[in-house]
């Protein structure tokens, strides 16, 4: 039985990369988002390729509703190996752009989010011994605005969340990711940095010689270019 990877939070950039690669990878893919308009024409493209992938219409910040879309991807493929979390919140301004609403739509979706989908994913995982969990945030990866105060302080959010959520889990690699650094790193746009956070990601996952991961990676970073090293989370 191929591993199954979920995708939860796409948007237009790394969340479409990564379904497609993890797809093309050959694993079961299955995307947990509100966006399903957009992404039902990659499943669709995906499945007429010969590749294994759904889309399940969910909202990742609702408990009942992202529980319920984890259990409709044990239903279609009996098991969840990797699930990956992406942040990105469109940037709103400085401290006197932002509104009140702004701000606390960009800690919404990311934070409240990311909790709301660990929460309801580690114990279906725990049933068969743990897993992977990706943090992803592309939000200043998109166009790096120093004064956009709602996303970098999500940002920084949910940077601490998914730290808290690796010391707590024994039993699961836990990874974050910022595609800001690595397009700041290697001065990129966004679309070589969606590429090349996709293809770390399936190294992470499945090791870069085929072999599963057995401890918690981090992505470092070496001059200008970024490279997976084994250890503790980075505190960057």
């Given at each position: 039985m191929a591993p199954t990877a979920v995708v939860v939070g796409v948007g237009e950039?790394?969340?479409?990369?990564?379904?497609?690669?993890?797809?093309?990878?050959?694993?079961?893919?299955?995307?947990?988002t509100t966006r399903t308009g957009e992404t039902d024409p990659i499943a669709e493209d995906l499945r007429d390729a010969g590749e294994s992938a759904r889309t399940i219409e969910c909202d990742p910040r609702n408990p009942v509703d992202i529980s319920q879309g984890f259990a409709d991807v044990l239903e279609a493929f009996g098991t969840i190996d990797v699930v990956t979390f992406v942040a990105g919140s469109a940037p709103k301004g400085g401290l006197f752009e932002c509104t009140r609403s702004q701000f606390v739509d960009a800690l919404d979706r990311d934070l409240l989010g990311g909790f709301c989908t660990t929460r309801a994913?580690?114990?279906?995982?725990?049933?068969?011994?743990?897993?992977?969990?990706?943090?992803?945030?592309?939000?200043?990866?998109?166009?790096?605005?120093?004064?956009?105060?709602?996303a970098r302080t999500a940002e920084a959010g949910f940077?601490?969340?998914?730290?808290?959520?690796?010391?707590?889990?024994?039993?699961?690699?836990?990874?974050?990711?910022?595609?800001?650094?690595?397009?700041?790193?290697?001065?990129?746009?966004?679309?070589?940095?969606?590429?090349?956070?996709?293809?770390?990601?399936?190294?992470?996952?499945?090791?870069?010689?085929?072999?599963?991961?057995?401890?918690?990676?981090?992505?470092?970073?070496?001059?200008?270019?970024?490279?997976?090293?084994?250890?503790?989370?980075?505190?960057?």
């Open positions: 950039g790394i969340g479409t990369a990564l379904f497609q690669h993890f797809a093309t990878a050959g694993m079961d893919t299955a995307i947990c994913v580690v114990p279906k995982m725990e049933e068969s011994g743990g897993g992977t969990l990706l943090y992803i945030t592309e939000s200043t990866g998109i166009e790096p605005r120093r004064a956009d105060v709602g940077r601490g969340l998914a730290s808290a959520i690796d010391e707590e889990l024994d039993d699961f690699d836990v990874t974050y990711i910022s595609l800001g650094e690595i397009a700041a790193q290697n001065q990129t746009g966004n679309s070589s940095s969606y590429e090349e956070t996709a293809s770390l990601c399936i190294d992470l996952v499945t090791g870069r010689d085929g072999e599963p991961l057995e401890s918690t990676y981090r992505i470092d970073f070496d001059g200008e270019t970024p490279h997976i090293e084994a250890g503790e989370m980075s505190d960057r």
